[in-house]
T-cell receptor, first 115, second 114 residues
C-alpha cells in the first residue's frame, strides 16, 4: 500500500515568509508525528496527533510553528516568519495507534531552505 | 527523560567485515528500543525493535540487536556487511509524557567499501 507522503519535497523561501508543509499519513493510521532533521540538532520531535485528541505540541521550538490535522488524516505544518535556523528536513510519520512499541512509518521529508 | 547515545559518528568497513554499532539508553525500567536506518536518498525505515521477551532481536537484512539491561545497551550487529548497507543508522527510544514521541540518537554513518 501507499506509504506516508509529503509535499513539497523541496521548498526554498526567503527569510520572513510563511511556509506550509503537508503530510498524508498511511490510510487508517490514527497517530501522526512531525519531526525535524538538521545537521546540528539531529532528529527532533515537534508535534503529535492522536485521533481527535488535543495534539502534543511540546516539541515545537517557537510560537512561529503550528500544525493542524483535518478530519483525522492530512496534516499541515506551518512556519510563520521563517528564519534561517528553520532550514532543515521536516519529516512526517504515522502509526496505526498509540503504543510505545508501535513502528512509526516515515515519509520522505520536505527539505526547507530559508535564504 | 529517557535518552539514547550513539558513540560512533562514522564507521568505515570493508565488505564482509563484521559490524557492531553502539547504543546506550539512559535509565532502566520498562523500555522499548528501536533501530532505524536511512539509506542515501531514502526515508527512515525500521530495522528492528525490542519491547519485551527475547533480548536478542532479529531484524531485516540480516541485522540483529541485543538488549542488555545491566549495561543499558542495545547494540546493532551484522556478521558480514555489504556495500548496500551503506547508510545512516539511528537508535531511538519512546519518551515524553505519553511515551509516543521518539527520541533519536545522533546517528552513525556507515560506509562500506567494496
Amino acid at each position: 500500500g501507499a506509504g506516508v507522503s509529503q509535499s513539497p519535497s523541496n521548498k526554498v523561501t526567503e527569510k520572513g515568509k510563511d511556509v506550509e508543509l503537508r503530510c498524508d499519513p498511511i490510510s487508517g493510521h490514527t497517530a501522526l508525528y512531525w519531526y525535524r532533521q538538521s545537521l546540528g540538532q539531529g532528529l527532533e520531535f515537534l508535534i503529535y496527533f492522536q485521533g481527535n485528541s488535543a495534539p502534543d505540541k511540546s516539541g515545537l521550538p517557537s510560537d512561529r510553528f503550528s500544525a493542524e490535522r483535518t478530519g483525522g488524516s492530512v496534516s499541515t505544518l506551518t512556519i510563520q516568519r521563517t528564519q534561517q535556523e528553520d532550514s532543515a528536513v521536516y519529516l512526517c510519520a504515522s502509526s496505526s495507534a498509540w503504543a510505545s512499541y508501535n513502528e512509526q512509518f516515515f515519509g520522505p521529508g520536505t527539505r526547507l531552505t530559508v535564504l | 527523560a529517557q535518552s539514547v547515545s550513539q558513540h560512533n559518528h562514522h564507521v568505515i568497513l570493508s565488505e564482509a567485515a563484521s559490524l557492531e554499532l553502539g547504543c546506550n539508553y539512559s535509565y532502566g525500567g520498562t523500555v522499548n528500543l528501536f533501530w532505524y536506518v536511512q539509506y542515501p536518498g531514502q526515508h527512515l525505515q525500521l530495522l528492528l525493535k525490542y519491547f519485551s521477551g527475547d533480548p536478542l532481536v532479529k531484524g531485516i537484512k540480516g541485522f540483529e540487536a541485543e538488549f542488555i539491561k545491566s549495561k543499558f545497551s542495545f547494540n546493532l550487529r551484522k556478521p558480514s556487511v555489504q556495500w548496500s548497507d551503506t547508510a545512516e543508522y539511528f537508535c531511538a527510544v519512546p519518551t515524553g509524557a505519553g511515551s509516543y514521541q521518539l527520541t533519536f540518537g545522533k546517528g552513525t554513518k556507515l560506509s562500506v567499501i567494496p
